[in-house]
């Protein structure tokens, strides 16, 4: 079943097509991540879909209630976290929660009981009684998941929910989601630009590029759709011929003395793609990560500015890192 | 199901006044700040001019206290109003607009915040008032009321500025183009008689908070300008006006 639907949701600041004509469509239940760089438009579709923002043309509907008539209603559906931190901090943590709970008509018999549960769920119930503003950066954005499922809503908008966080801080973030996404039933649609992350939380992905979805499909389809493992050789001269001639290469292309080869099967075709070339340096073996599959659609990389380890590594033949360009 | 909907949207105006509440109960030193401030202008300001002048046969400090109450009462209200624009910047405001309650019930619970905080306030001040012998404790009420509905309209006043502005460059400007100007203008420091410029008569007049100065000055001290009723009239339209300005400018703010 369908819980949100856009058909050619549009957003435009002066010059700027910040969405651009998005038709989505999010099943129940379903935990959907929209990836792209920054200022990519992900902040303001969601911003439309929570009635904030209002959009320049097109539609969407939550839960069956139109975003531009039926405001109050989405409203009632949905729980958000924001980009940019919004707790409260003269307010302790469990005053925090108390306070959203009366905003969203939590009736009083069932409150303290759902807040010290999703106190409970985030790892927080011995800090619940201290002001937020002494939480630690991780500590807080866990009050705000805790905070958007509060009153139980039938979607969680989650925007870069680990922005700035550490790596095991990220880690546990995830294991939240995919933990309350589980528990609760809820549809959990996220941003993030850390893409290995999303994949493996997420069910379905859509990468969104200028404000357009340019690619849509779970994480295994999007990396399938590279048609293979990626392989990088380091090399003196390259035949670069003999190995577009190879059947089970799929492309292949040198970029500053590197073959960046796309093959089915790298595991058995590695030795032979080796033997063609005379002087290798080094290897790399790798299954393509949804970054690749970024750059291949639009010939730029996510990151710009931080290089990390990206995906997982398979049978490398040598395992060397390339350092450097 | 229309009776489910007004109970929340009261159950919000609460979760808003109460978190105000919590807040004020949190800067401690700013209470205190906010009621020493009128006590040294009492005490010292008061004892000051009042070695060398009084008016109507009144101690000059006892003449000032139902100004000072208004002092306490216009600061107090607007600098809270204004507050939101602060709010806003750090987002807090950000979590509460997109909780499915109507902008106009937290308007109202913001207003009501402010007026608690300003209320209580005054009521502290009031525990001072045996200090000032012409005071006469029977009208404390009636004049709690006023200040009340004062408060209303300049919470109101400062929320509609601060709905407008973006930054906290605004508040030196309303600092020193509105509230010093309705404070001296409001006749809480001198009387208002003939031997006033004529001006400054015009402009006096034109204040409503000399609608309120007059009306707390008449019920603790009997000397007043206007009836009573007048006073009265005349501060309950300026907030019923505040009040409606203010909450059009905080639901169509961004
Ligand atoms: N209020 C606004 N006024 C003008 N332009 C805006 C506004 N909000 C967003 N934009 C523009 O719209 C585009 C999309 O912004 P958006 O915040 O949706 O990106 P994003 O994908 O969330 O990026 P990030 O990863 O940096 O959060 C950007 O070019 C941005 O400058
Ligand atoms: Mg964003």
Redesign the pocket.
Known sequence: MEIIKTSALTKI??R?Q?VNSIDLSIHKGEVFGLL??????????IGMLCTIVRPSSGSASIAGYDIIREPARVRRQIGIVF?DPTLDTVLTGRENLELHARLYGVSSDIREARINQMLELVDLHERGNDITRTYSGGMRRRLELARGLLHRPAVLFLD?PTLGLDPQTRARIWEYIKKMAQTEQTTVVL?T?YMEEAEQVCDRVGIIDHGKIIALDSPEGLKESMGGDMVAIRVKESPLEKIRALPYVYEVKENEGTLEIITKEAHLHLAEILSIIKDVECVEVRVPTLNDVFIKLTGRDIREDSIEDSGSWVDSVARYRQRGS | MNEGRIQKELMGMYAVWWREFKVFQREKSRIVSSIVQPLMWLFLFGSGVGASVSVSDINYQDYIYPGILAMLVLFGSVYFGLYIVWDRKLDVLKAMLVAPVSRISIFMGKVLGGCTDVTLQIIVLFLFSFLFPSINPWGIPLALLLLFITSIALVSMGLALGSLFNSLEGFQVISAFLIFPLFFLSGALFPIDDKLPFWLQGLVKLNPLTYAVDGVRGVLLNVHIFPFYVDFLVVTFFAVTMFLLGSVLFSRMK
């Open positions: 600041y002066g700027i910040a792209g760089p920054n200022g990519a438009g992900k902040t303001t579709t980009q870069e941003t630009h």
